[in-house]
């Protein structure tokens, strides 16, 4: 049960989506265009930057489940904004000094200030342990080598929040560089190639070659324990909350579909009368519609463990991995209501399929959240002796 502040929130996430989000979605997604800085501006205004920001440094000082709730509304309109608000709300502002990392989140919670995720490898993505991106200390500075794939926004981004190897090893000897840059712009010892993609439009992917990258010691994040190596921690702890983000996404997705399939279905005739009054039709719906709701009662679950402070790792899985494999299943059978027309890029529901195919595989995929649970559930499992039975 939503609270009456969080249904407000929501509410004017859907209008601002209805009536600003989704035209220029409709009208850039077909171009592969960017996200307009306009809607950047627009969504720094609404606070959507500053959502888990404190007020005290210019935010909205809510939870996960404000964050997830208004992301859903922004997918339903574009992945691609909803993705966006994630290079913000207080994630990559984790350096020493105190004064800077207040004047990190001030900015960003006015949506001034956005960074871009420099994680993944070619030929490390599921395996992030096997991070071959090396960071070398010389006197004052860390000196940066390695390539990187899957860096959304790193051109327009404010800074790049690279993952980098410290010291040998797989878990430990990993942390994170926090690179400054002009927005549009790489700096010098960085260089990068966009990735051709099939759908996730209005955010640019990029390829980067990271060669000599000079990087000051103070602009290393500062993990739990203000140690080197920590980087794996750290990485652990904002995995949740990417699952919790993708799972609002895929659910957002979803809808878009499950929206769009309701209104056509009632202006399509077929043999002399609407296809929604066929049986068929009520059935796809009547389940899509289930699809959506038990995803969102999944992620608001895990995301209320979130904001109570609780471990919620297997939650955070298990809303992932349901709403991603619902939000595909949705999208198609919206396809299937619009009929041949579905399968033509004159209506979006074409882009919510290829947005929501997407989240089975950024974020952890589906195997990987399988295999996560199934790991919970086996280390909880302790088998029952015949002895204990008869008790």
């Known amino acids: 049960m939503l609270t009456r502040d969080q249904e407000t929130l929501r509410d004017q996430a859907r209008e601002f989506t209805a009536a600003e989000l989704l035209p220029v979605a409709n009208e850039l997604d077909p171009q592969q265009a960017d996200i307009p800085w306009s809607i950047i501006d627009r969504m720094g205004e609404l606070g959507y930057f500053g959502i888990m920001i404190a007020r005290e440094h210019g935010g909205l000082g809510l939870g996960m489940t404000e964050y997830c709730l208004v992301t859903e509304e922004l997918a339903r309109g574009w992945m691609s904004a909803a993705s966006v608000i994630a290079r913000a709300n207080g994630a990559g502002a984790a350096v020493a000094d105190p004064q800077w990392r207040a004047d990190i989140l001030r900015s960003q919670a006015a949506g001034r200030w956005m960074w871009a995720g420099a994680f993944t490898e070619p030929e490390a993505g599921s395996d992030l342990a096997n991070i071959s991106c090396t960071a070398e200390r010389r006197g004052d500075v860390y000196v940066l080598n390695g390539e990187k794939r899957w860096c959304g926004w790193a051109k327009a981004a404010d800074a790049i929040l690279v993952l980098a190897r410290t010291a040998p090893g797989r878990r430990e000897g990993l942390d994170f560089f926090l690179v400054e840059k002009k927005r549009g712009e790489f700096p010098p010892g960085i260089t990068g190639t966009p990735i051709p993609k099939i759908g996730y439009h209005g955010i640019t992917s990029?390829?980067?070659?990271?060669?000599?990258?000079?990087?000051?010691?103070?602009?290393?994040?500062?993990?739990?324990?203000?140690?080197?190596?920590?980087?794996?921690?750290?990485?652990?702890?904002?995995?949740?909350?990417?699952?919790?983000?993708?799972?609002?996404?895929?659910?957002?997705?979803?809808?878009?579909?499950?929206?769009?399939?309701?209104?056509?279905?009632?202006?399509?005739?077929?043999?002399?009368?609407?296809?929604?009054?066929?049986?068929?039709?009520?059935?796809?719906?009547?389940?899509?519609?289930?699809?959506?709701?038990?995803?969102?009662?999944?992620?608001?679950?895990?995301?209320?463990?979130?904001?109570?402070?609780?471990?919620?790792?297997?939650?955070?899985?298990?809303?992932?991995?349901?709403?991603?494999?619902?939000?595909?299943?949705?999208?198609?059978?919206?396809?299937?209501?619009?009929?041949?027309?579905?399968?033509t890029t004159e209506h979006a529901v074409e882009r919510h399929w290829r947005d929501a195919r997407l989240t089975q595989i950024f974020e952890g995929t589906s195997e990987i959240q399988r295999t996560l649970i199934a790991q919970h559930l086996l280390r909880e499992f302790q088998p029952v002796t015949r002895e204990e039975e008869t008790r």
Request: proline residues 2%.
């Open 206 to 343: 990029w390829q980067l070659q990271i060669t000599d990258l000079e990087v000051p010691v103070t602009h290393r994040q500062v993990g739990p324990n203000g140690e080197t190596g920590e980087g794996f921690a750290q990485f652990a702890d904002l995995i949740n909350w990417g699952r919790l983000h993708t799972a609002a996404r895929a659910v957002g997705a979803a809808r878009g579909a499950l929206e769009d399939a309701t209104a056509y279905a009632q202006r399509r005739v077929q043999f002399g009368k609407p296809i929604a009054s066929f049986q068929a039709i009520k059935f796809r719906l009547a389940d899509m519609a289930t699809q959506v709701a038990a995803a969102r009662a999944l992620y608001l679950d895990a995301a209320a463990l979130y904001d109570a402070g609780m471990d919620c790792r297997q939650e955070c899985s298990m809303a992932k991995l349901f709403a991603s494999e619902a939000a595909e299943q949705v999208a198609s059978s919206a396809m299937q209501v619009f009929g041949g027309n579905g399968y």
